[in-house]
């Protein structure tokens, strides 16, 4: 309870912060854009982590005027990120399935992107699999309005919820992120290795991108260079930056 009411004065006071990883293109090396991450950054004496605050503003609620807040901001930095980059990547916001099921979500999301001149096409949404499995209609609603905005969508924590087959049958989505568990045990088991694959070739019989998370050596990179997977994100290349470093990452790697 204590901890719930020190949420909510953080969300009143802003007290968080929004950081960026970069992704890339396997192939090309190209910059593909970056997912943004919510940390508590102000009077968070406790040093909780998000695994531990965001489910209890998902509980709360509070994911809800916080959401709006991540919305804001994550715009206002891909504006400075377009001015220093140039055009040509996405900005992938992660949205909880409370936030995913509010009415106002996608008329939000229109306001400030007309309000920034932003083009749609350069943002990108990451549900997770509960999101695709709770309130269907709302959720298949809110899909189709995001796609036909132009909005990207991506399945994050690809394999570890629930009936995945069944859920890509119904939506319409862009890519799946691959979790970082297969990655981080995929080439000490077979099982995750073959996972990992199937994955991969899915999104490929569905022309989808595929994005390897949490990829953190060479071996693993060259591993999913060989079985084509798209895209990697993961502390090989760079962690989750603050904007300033963010502005500064090449369009190209070497
Ligand atoms: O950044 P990382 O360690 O710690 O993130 C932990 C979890 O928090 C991940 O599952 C990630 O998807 C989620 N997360 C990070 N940023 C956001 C956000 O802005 N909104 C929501 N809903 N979840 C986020
Ligand atoms: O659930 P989601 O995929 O949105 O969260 C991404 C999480 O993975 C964040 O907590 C982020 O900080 C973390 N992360 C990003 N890159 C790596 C990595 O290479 N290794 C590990 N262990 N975690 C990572
Ligand atoms: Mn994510
Ligand atoms: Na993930």
């Not at 969300?11 to 970069?22: A, D, R």
């Not at 920034?116 to 997770?128: D, K, P």
Request: net charge negative.
């Amino acid at each position: 309870l204590k901890l719930e009411q020190s949420l909510r004065q953080a969300v009143e006071q802003q007290q968080f912060s929004l950081l960026y990883q970069p992704q890339f293109y396997l192939q090309s090396g190209a910059l593909r854009g970056f997912e943004a991450l919510l940390r508590w950054t102000q009077g968070n004496t406790a040093n909780i982590s998000p695994l531990q605050f965001i489910p209890l503003l998902e509980e709360t609620h509070l994911i809800n005027p916080l959401g709006e807040w991540i919305f804001a901001e994550g715009l206002s930095h891909l504006k400075k990120l377009r001015e220093q980059l140039g055009s040509g990547f996405v900005l992938s916001l992660n949205v909880s399935p409370v936030q995913f099921a509010q009415p106002q979500l996608v008329e939000n999301l229109t306001q400030l992107l007309h309000d920034r001149n932003i083009a749609s096409s350069q943002l990108e949404v990451e549900v997770t699999e509960s999101t695709l499995m709770s309130d269907m209609q709302t959720t298949q609603k809110h899909l189709s309005q995001l796609r036909e905005l132009g909005v990207k969508v991506a399945v994050d924590d690809f394999g570890t919820g629930y009936s995945s087959l069944a859920y890509l049958r119904q939506f319409d989505v862009d890519s799946l992120k691959i979790d970082r568990l297969f990655i981080a045990n995929m080439l000490s088991s077979r099982r995750d290795a073959a996972i990992i694959s199937t994955i991969i070739d899915l999104a490929k019989h569905l022309e989808l991108e595929v994005i390897a998370e949490g990829v953190e050596t060479e071996e693993q990179r060259k591993w999913l260079l060989a079985h084509q997977c798209s895209t990697l994100q993961g502390w090989l290349v760079a962690p989750a930056l603050p904007l300033e470093q963010a502005l500064q990452v090449p369009r190209q790697l070497s």
